[in-house]
């Protein structure tokens, strides 16, 4: 079956380290998300892909980063500059209409 | 800047329609409306779009205002597997715009 894979569900990392959260999707979408959630909140955007080897900054980049080396792949970093890190990640992909969202990543820095 | 304003919280007696607002008062004419739900703790679920027709599938329909300043999905028999936070959507097509989620509206089925 076709989807978005998110590794691993749960996560836990110490303050200070940096993490990679892995997105991988076999839909053959062009464009790539991630989002971050906080509790009882929106989803807000960190970085968009819109094709490989080319990827844009959303509205919270600050302490993240990302890499699209391939179609399918586009895992998140991040990095000990975040301040705040502990929330759920959600990776999504699209191709015109509709976004497809993986089950997402909680991250607990403690 | 958000693009829709919906209601923070409604409920729904189990079986009855659920109609969900949306005012989308700044909307261009090459935009569409989508709808997502998310349901605790998953990854948000495409429902369905529409640019000025009302649509439906067989989750749900959408109805768009003739301005399109505004929209309702409506789930006709809502059963308690539909609580879930619907997030109203305004962008171009999705794979050349990015999309920006507000809180949504947190739908409560009663039994």
């Known amino acids: 079956d076709g989807g978005i894979t998110q590794s691993p569900k749960y996560l836990f990392r110490k303050e200070g380290q940096n993490v990679t959260l892995s997105c991988e999707q076999n839909?053959?979408?062009?464009?790539m998300y991630w989002y971050r959630q906080d509790p009882g909140q929106g989803l807000r955007l960190i970085y968009y892909s819109q094709i490989v080897n080319d990827f844009q900054k959303g509205d919270i980049a600050e302490g993240y980063s990302v890499s699209r080396e391939k179609k399918e792949s586009f895992p998140l970093t991040v990095t000990s500059a975040q301040k705040n890190p502990t929330a759920f990640y959600l990776c999504a992909s699209s191709i015109g209409h509709g976004y497809t969202f993986g089950s997402g990543t909680r991250l607990t820095v403690v | 800047d958000a693009k829709t304003t919906q209601p923070p919280s409604m409920d729904c007696a189990e079986g009855r329609a659920a109609n969900l607002p949306c005012n989308h008062s700044?909307?261009?004419?090459?935009?569409?409306v989508y709808w997502y739900r998310q349901i605790h703790s998953q990854g948000p679920q495409y429902i369905i779009h529409?640019?000025?027709n009302n649509e439906t599938n067989e989750m749900a329909s959408l109805i768009i205002t003739e301005d399109r300043k505004s929209s309702t999905l409506i789930l006709p028999h809502a059963t308690l597997r539909d609580t879930a936070v619907y997030y109203c959507i305004v962008s171009k097509r999705t794979s050349y715009d990015k999309v920006i989620f507000g809180p949504g509206t947190s739908l409560s089925v009663i039994p």
């Open positions: 839909l053959n979408h062009d464009a």
């Open positions: 529409g640019l000025k």
């Open positions: 700044t909307i261009s004419g090459n935009e569409y």
